[in-house]
């Protein structure tokens, strides 16, 4: 059976699994597995949670089913895994999802079949960690009776313009053959073409780099902020005039959250620390992010202060909860950091957020959203989320929350300079 014949099993459809069944499941059968009952029936209903996905595209895919029994993956030849791969509290790689997705494709793994696996690790993590589950499971050798590959994600959540085919695509194989079929799978989907790297090593180093990489960028430019800002300086107005010339990198402030940029450094500074070496400028940037949300929120509070506003018992509006604008996604969101530095202080916050589903905030965070925010109400008003909802606005309605005397920190500079009391 030649690979576009295969039929192909993706274990985990949220934002980066879904998209993917649903691009090949248009030309090939697909079983899109979950063990989420409720997104499973949804999606059959033709509606996606995530928003990731229309109910048009949702419906372009004839092939694609929908199951949350793993007996049915037994029907696949080609598995591909997207679960999510987060850190503990402690920041240390959290596998066990990717772990027992491994324990349940090896009950179903039949000899020639290739699991390829898409979710962030540190290098190594295929081969060492995943594929001895396979072969434990199964009782298959590997590259004799089965066969790994690994073709990182690349989805923007809330990005319609960047969608899947539109990026190029990192594959890689356990052997060369294996490396090719792989390469040839994902071509027929990616319009953008695809890249085949020497390794699964290497497939798995370029993925967890590229973000560690946009992570030391924005560490470097918030800690320009916190310069800028002792300084009296505007932040923005230095990035314009430096983005000027040609080579200069547009990166700008904020809290650095998501399930990747946040996250994926953690696994290679684990990998680092496991084989004796301790990363230092990865780390330091990490520090600093991490440490933005009680940044801002103190800057909010001297504020305050400056103004003579009561800071214990005051009311502030936090208005945005998810990672980043235009999306429902709430993974390890850093405004989180925001809200709690803000109660530390005694301020009662009200969290408003027109794309979060309120369960899931509750579930997630302990996070119950105001369906609409009082007016005349607000000691403060923290701007978190560029969602264009709040960008279209204006500054009238955005201040009508604040009471006579109130704060308006516009973090994501969504306001003209001089239309906010305080910014990054």
Not at 90 to 116: F, M, W
Not at 141 to 170: C, M, W
Not at 221 to 228: D, G, K, M, W
Not at 350 to 361: H, I, R
Request: aromatic letters at 8%; a negative charge.
């Amino acid at each position: 059976m030649t690979s576009d014949m295969k039929t192909i099993a993706v274990i985990g459809l949220g934002y980066v699994g879904l998209p993917l069944a649903v691009e090949f499941g248009k030309s090939r059968p697909v079983i899109g597995f979950d063990l989420n009952e409720r997104r499973i029936e949804a999606l059959r209903d033709g509606h996606d949670a995530t928003q990731e996905v229309s109910k048009q595209e949702l419906a372009s895919a004839p092939n694609l089913s929908y199951t949350t029994n793993s007996a049915d993956l037994a029907a696949a030849s080609i598995y591909i895994v997207t679960v999510p791969t987060p850190i503990d509290a402690h920041k240390r790689p959290d596998l066990t999802p990717l772990i027992k997705a491994s324990e349940t494709l090896g009950q179903v793994l039949k000899r020639g079949d290739i699991v390829i696996y898409e979710s962030t690790v540190y290098p190594g993590a295929t081969e060492e960690d995943c594929v001895p589950v396979l072969e434990r499971v199964s009782g298959l050798t590997f590259n004799e009776e089965f066969f790994a590959g690994y073709s990182p994600e690349r989805i923007n959540p809330g990005d319609k313009q960047h969608r899947l085919p539109d990026i190029r695509k990192v594959t890689s194989g356990s052997t060369s053959d294996v490396a090719e079929e792989v390469d040839q799978l994902y071509a027929s989907i990616i319009t953008a073409g695809t890249y085949k790297a020497e390794s699964i090593r290497v497939a798995e180093a370029a993925k967890v780099i590229e973000n560690t990489q946009r992570d030391l960028n924005i560490a470097l430019v918030n800690e320009l902020a916190i310069i800028f800002n002792k300084m009296g300086i505007d932040t923005e107005a230095v990035l314009k005039a430096a983005g000027t010339k040609w080579n200069f990198l547009p990166f700008r402030p904020g809290l650095v959250g998501g399930h990747c940029i946040g996250v994926d450094p953690y696994y290679l500074t684990h990998k680092a620390e496991a084989m004796g070496y301790h990363p230092q400028i990865i780390l330091a940037g990490r520090r600093l992010n991490d440490g933005m949300g009680a940044y801002v929120a103190g800057q909010l509070i001297k504020k305050m202060l400056r103004q003579r506003i009561q800071v214990n018992g005051a009311r502030v509006l936090v208005m945005g909860l998810t990672f980043k604008e235009n999306c429902p996604d709430l993974r390890n969101t850093r405004v989180v950091d925001v809200i709690v530095e803000l109660q530390d202080y005694g301020i009662e916050v009200d969290v408003f957020d027109p794309w979060v589903d309120a369960d899931e905030a509750k579930r997630e965070y302990g996070i119950t959203p105001i369906n609409k925010p009082d007016t005349n109400a607000y000691e403060g008003i923290f701007l978190a989320v560029a969602h264009q909802k709040f960008t279209e606005m204006g500054v009238a309605n955005l201040r009508s929350f604040g009471c006579k005397n109130h704060v308006l920190y516009d973090l994501k500079n969504i306001l003209p300079a001089d239309q906010s009391d305080l910014r990054l």
